[in-house]
């Protein structure tokens, strides 16, 4: 790509370039100076009034293009047109200090021919290029005008002279004018180049903060020192913080202390989630701890190790799937119309009471359904069916306790499970106490 046409790189590095061109003015000032000065010693040496002229003419068209950048402020240039527009009116002050510039040193050449002459030119023209692509570079035409406005005056001059020598020295300079447009696109390229890559780097900054900021769950990072380098608006939010750069420079300590502070953490809840985040950190290691808070609230806090030395916590109020969980346990084992315990649920809890415990041990189950019960829902309705079952499972549920487990096993039936009993009899003693 040929960054030199405007056409070939983007509006804003353009506008850029072009903005560039109306910074730091100062140094014209000093140029002035110099090139007034060097002109009137030339005419202390020479004595031709021709200097006083042209020192007058250097240092008139060197403020004149100072006080013209400083007319432009270069915030103002914001638009591709505008930029185009501004860098037209730079390049005519250029071109008339250039083409001065130029003058002089083709007079001390040609005109008024004197060796302490053409060494101040040659030493003016040198000192000016080091300007014309470190100045100037943001404009390719700028550069091309003032490299042949300065400097194709010495070889002019030089080969006017007409010896062989001259005319080999002047077509010596002719490639130093492309050699000065060369440093310039190479500062272009650099600077263009380095533009590219920031803004790379700012679009990859940017989706990584949008994607950062859009999670739902909160996440920190700890640098080596252990302490937060990043965090994301979702942990600012969980923590109660306006901001992600409160969280900045925080310690795990000090993140789950303001949650102990808040009264959402237990002091020991504090110490065993700080311990297993950094062990897993430690470690290496992916390591999930679920925490139930003083307010109702679930959290799961996540840790693993990142690249560079870098932590990653990550955390989450997972209260609504721990509530759905339970609920889908609950579900799992308990009766939706009653709330005692299923078929499932009873075998398993019925198992582990027998594999526990004196094996020794008398227990008894007793069944129990309705008779007649069908003949209830068919003349009553469903609805005054399920109301009797829900009555029968809230009066065997009173009688449930250490020992006891009322499970309803679907339709009319449900069984009593009785863990410990004397004998026969006392079994039958505790089932009257019920039918009672």
């Known amino acids: 790509m040929n960054i030199d046409r405007p ?3 983007s509006e804003d590095v353009y506008v850029g ?3 560039s061109l109306f910074r730091d003015a100062g140094i014209l000032l000093v140029g002035a100076f110099t090139q007034g000065a060097m002109g009137l010693l030339v005419y202390w040496k020479t004595s031709a009034a021709i200097y006083v002229a042209l020192a007058i003419l250097m240092v008139a068209a060197s403020i004149g293009r100072y006080l013209a950048i400083r007319r432009v402020s270069p915030d103002t240039i914001v638009t591709y047109e505008s930029a185009l527009a501004w860098e037209r009116y730079y390049i005519v ?21 004197d060796l302490f002459g053409e060494i101040a030119a040659v030493s003016l023209v040198l000192a000016s290029t080091i300007t ?6 943001g404009s390719r035409r700028m550069v091309a005008i003032l490299s042949v406005s300065v ?3 010495i070889a002019v001059g030089l080969m006017l002279k007409g010896d062989v020598y001259n005319v080999i020295l002047g077509l010596f300079v002719i490639p130093f004018m492309f050699t000065i447009n060369k440093m310039a696109h190479l500062v272009r390229k650099v600077l263009f180049t380095a533009i590219s890559e920031e803004k790379k780097a700012n679009r990859i900054a940017q989706r990584f903060n949008r994607a950062l900021n859009t999670m739902s769950h909160g996440l920190v990072m700890l640098g080596p020192d252990g302490r937060v380098a990043v965090a994301n608006a979702e942990a600012a939010h969980l923590m109660s913080l306006k901001s992600p750069d409160a969280l900045l420079g925080r310690s795990i300590h000090g993140l789950l202390m303001r949650g102990v502070a808040g009264g959402m953490l237990a002091p020991k809840d504090c110490r ?5 985040l950094t062990r897993a950190l430690r470690e290496g290691r992916d390591r999930k701890v679920l925490v139930s808070l003083a307010n109702g609230q679930h ?3 996540s840790a693993r190790e990142g690249s560079q030395e870098l932590g990653v916590i990550t955390f989450e109020d997972v209260t609504a799937r721990v509530e759905a969980e339970d609920k889908i346990r609950f579900m799992a084992r308990y009766d939706s119309l009653t709330g005692l315990p299923n078929r499932a649920y009873f075998q398993e809890l019925i198992g582990e009471a027998m594999a526990s415990g004196d094996l020794e041990r008398l227990c008894g189950l007793t069944v129990l359904d309705l008779d007649d019960f069908k003949s209830v829902n ?14 029968v499972a809230e009066r065997l549920a009173a009688v449930t306790g250490p020992g006891v487990t009322v499970s309803r096993f679907g339709g009319d039936e449900f069984m009593i499970f009785f863990d410990r009993v004397e004998d026969e009899s006392h079994l039958t003693s505790q089932i009257d106490e019920i039918f009672h």
């Open 151 to 153: 400097v194709a005056p």
């Open 132 to 137: 014309i692509a470190g100045r100037n570079f």
């Open 17 to 19: 370039f072009v903005r």
């Open 378 to 391: 068919d003349t009553l309705g469903h609805p005054v069916g399920d109301g009797l079952i829900y009555a």
């Open 272 to 276: 065993y989630i700080e311990a297993q």
């Open 7 to 9: 056409d070939d790189i």
């Open 93 to 113: 002050a250029g071109t008339i200090h250039g083409s001065a510039v130029g003058l002089f040193a083709f007079v001390c050449l040609h005109v008024v021919p």
């Open 299 to 301: 959290y799961e806090f």
